[in-house]
T-cell receptor, first 114, second 111 residues
């Protein structure tokens, strides 16, 4: 069974450019999460969706960040315009929303904004 | 969700048991204890979870104290590939799905 698939794995972009990160959750999972990881702040939850609906976006740092989930098998995290301080590893994760469930992470998208 | 406290780092000799502690003194009765680990450059990986009974799977054992205020993750025979950051998380599993990760314990397995 394929795990959570993220793309691109690595991206280097110039400040001011738009960045789009993509995620395909595990088939059948109905919750999806976006995390960001930096040395300074560790793993931060940015936003999560249940059944394609955003439930909590309080972790989204600012208006430059937006996330969508148009269907159960695809989500995007967009940064526009990007800034050097957005450089981080962005992880997508998914889970089944049942008692005692766990979440499963993708391998991450390594973003560098220069 | 309850906060957790873990030592920032630990060492363990290869082949020995690694015992990673976690304090969660404010845990509520319906909160589970989860353990994840993150090997360098990879996404966090689920290890094990439990509510109040001790649990064992092919990766590890989870010992939860009777008052549930602390737990220990046990890797019975640590290998070099177990070198990673280990996160202890407590959460209510059926009220939203947020997992909040703390700073974890950086485990180094020494040859």
């Amino acid at each position: 069974d394929a795990g959570v698939i993220q793309s691109p794995r690595h991206e280097v972009t110039e400040m001011g450019q738009e960045v789009t990160l993509r995620c395909k959750p595990i088939s059948g999972h109905n919750s999806l999460f976006w995390y960001r990881q930096t040395m300074m702040r560790g793993l931060e939850l940015l936003i999560y969706f249940n059944n394609n609906v955003p439930i909590d976006d309080s972790g989204m740092p600012e208006d430059r960040f937006s996330a969508k989930m148009p269907n159960a098998s695809f989500s995007t995290l967009k940064i526009q315009p990007s800034e050097p301080r957005d450089s981080a590893v962005y992880f997508c994760a998914s889970s089944l929303r049942i008692s005692g469930n766990t979440i499963y992470f993708g391998e991450g998208s390594w973003l560098t904004v220069v | 969700d309850a906060k957790t406290t873990q030592p920032p780092s630990m060492d363990c000799a290869e082949g020995r048991a690694a015992n990673l502690p976690c304090n969660h003194s404010t845990i509520s009765g319906n909160e589970y204890v989860y353990w994840y680990r993150q090997i360098h450059s990879q996404g966090p990986q689920y290890i094990i979870h439990g509510l109040k009974n001790n649990e064992t799977n092919e990766m590890a054992s989870l010992i939860i104290t009777e008052d549930r205020k602390s737990s220990t993750l046990i890797l019975p025979h640590a290998t070099l590939r177990d070198t990673a950051v280990y996160y202890c998380i407590v959460r209510v599993s059926n009220t939203g799905n947020q997992f909040y990760f703390g700073t974890g314990t950086s485990l180094t397995v020494i040859p």
